[in-house]
Nanobody, 117 residues
Framework: QVQLVESGGGSVQPGGSLTLSCAAS????????MTWYRQAPEKQRESIAH???????TYADSVKGRFTISRDNAKSTVYLQMNNLQPDDTAVYYC???????????WGQGTQVTVSS
């Protein structure tokens, strides 16, 4: 069974940092595009960063310059380094995998990030 397990969420003050991790199992990680989404209360889920199988990152304007996505194919893990967090970043963060090998998509269970003073 495919699993995407996020970790690293929590509560921080504005200006703080967190690093999220998403460990994947039983997927073709090396041929998967990995994406971080987030969903704030009463808002639609939005894509904030993705990274190609070859490591090319793309960011939403809302996080560009503050968040960094990276991947370790040897560990089948994708990371999201989040700096200068603001209250508007409060959301549940989800990991998503698009396995280009077998054309399947997968979601993690989400991890809560809360930014408040």
């Amino acid at each position: 069974q495919v699993q995407l397990v996020e970790s690293g969420g929590g509560s921080v003050q504005p200006g703080g940092s967190l690093t999220l991790s998403c460990a994947a199992s039983r997927i073709n990680f090396g041929v998967s595009r990995m994406t971080w989404y987030r969903q704030a209360p009463e808002k639609q889920r939005e894509s904030i960063a993705h990274i190609s199988p070859y490591g090319a990152p793309t960011y939403a304007d809302s996080v560009k310059g503050r968040f960094t996505i990276s991947r370790d194919n040897a560990k089948s893990t994708v990371y999201l380094q989040m700096n200068n967090l603001q209250p508007d970043d409060t959301a549940v963060y989800y990991c998503h995998a698009s396995d280009f090998g077998i054309q399947q998509d997968y979601w993690g269970q989400g991890t809560q990030v809360t930014v408040s003073s």
